[in-house]
């Protein structure tokens, strides 16, 4: 089946520890899109990042750091620094097929 | 503010109503997209216009229906209510068509509760 997997449901860290949220996704497409989103407390959803499957380059914006890894299906999403206001759900999604399938979500919680 | 706006922000009815939720874009998106967010089923896309026609489709149910009028607002129809339809309805929108091709602007969510 065509999916995608969060594997961490919850992880916490302290102000300014570095972390690593983890996404896998299996599809039997050859071009499709991976996609990140936050979703704070507040409740809105914030799009992060849009990678094609042909662009295997990573991508840095700020504290913010995607790698992307065809070989293994997997498009992770590390927060270098991290600061209280990045706790939120985050989620990875993939195009696949005609659908738009996303993972569960990893609740992120920074400590103080 | 992402410049989309959703109304109602809540909503609360009973079993086998009927509801409409209503979206409009940000100022030149032609694309809306509509998501439903639960605790049962997580975040899922339902369906995609783009300038008034259906573009994509998710996992919407055949109670459920959309449209994308002239001025590019869209609604969401929701009938036979049931209470797993109990949920956060998201809009969002986009500029181009190419479904998922672009980067998306979501609204404030309409919080539908189903008695």
């Known amino acids: 089946a065509q999916k995608v997997t969060q594997a961490q449901t919850e992880i916490s860290v302290v102000e300014k520890e570095d972390v690593t949220l983890d996404c896998v996704y299996e599809?039997?497409?050859?071009?499709?899109?991976l996609f990140w989103y936050k979703q704070p407390p507040s409740g809105e959803l914030v799009f992060l990042i849009r990678r094609n499957s042909f662009d295997e380059q990573n991508e840095i914006s700020g504290r913010y750091s995607w790698n992307f890894q065809k070989s293994t299906s997997s498009f992770n999403f590390t927060i270098t620094a991290s600061q209280v206001v990045d706790s939120a759900v985050y989620f990875c999604?993939?195009?696949?097929?005609?659908?738009?399938?996303f993972g569960p979500g990893t609740r992120l919680s920074v400590l103080p | 503010d992402s410049g989309v706006t959703q109304t109602p922000k809540h909503l609360i009815t009973a079993t086998g109503q009927r509801v409409t939720l209503r979206c409009s874009p940000r100022?030149?998106?032609?694309?809306v997209y509509w998501y439903q967010q639960s605790l049962d089923q997580g975040l899922q896309f339902l369906i995609q216009?783009?300038?008034?026609?259906?573009?994509a489709k998710g996992n919407i149910l055949e109670r459920f229906s959309a449209q994308q009028f002239p001025d590019l607002h869209s609604e969401l129809n929701l009938s036979s209510l049931e209470l797993g339809d109990s949920a956060l309805y998201f809009c969002a929108s986009s500029v181009g068509g190419l479904a998922f091709n672009n980067e998306q602007f979501f609204g404030p969510g309409t919080r539908l509760t189903v008695l």
């Open positions: 100022s030149g998106d032609l694309s």
């Open positions: 216009y783009y300038n008034g026609e259906e573009r």
């Open positions: 599809t039997r497409d050859t071009t499709y899109y």
């Open positions: 999604a993939s195009t696949l097929g005609e659908n738009f399938v």
